[in-house]
């Protein structure tokens, strides 16, 4: 449910957007929309059954 949401809300700020004259009104909807996505990212990543390997990063 969480998902259909989330998917639902990026398609909403992204209509908007792409009406939108004024650009604080712009900006926000930019910032609600990288919530989204956000969000988007990381019910993927917490998917059961989703194995992901992080490569290691050299510290230096």
């Known amino acids: 449910m969480k998902e259909f949401v989330t998917q639902t809300n990026i398609e909403r700020f992204e209509n908007l957007l792409a009406s939108e004259t004024d650009a604080c009104k712009a900006t926000t909807l930019r910032g ?11 019910a993927r990543r917490s998917e059961p059954g989703d194995i992901r390997v992080i490569p290691a990063v050299p510290v230096v």
């Open 32 to 42: 609600l929309l990288a919530v989204e996505k956000a969000k988007a990212v990381a």
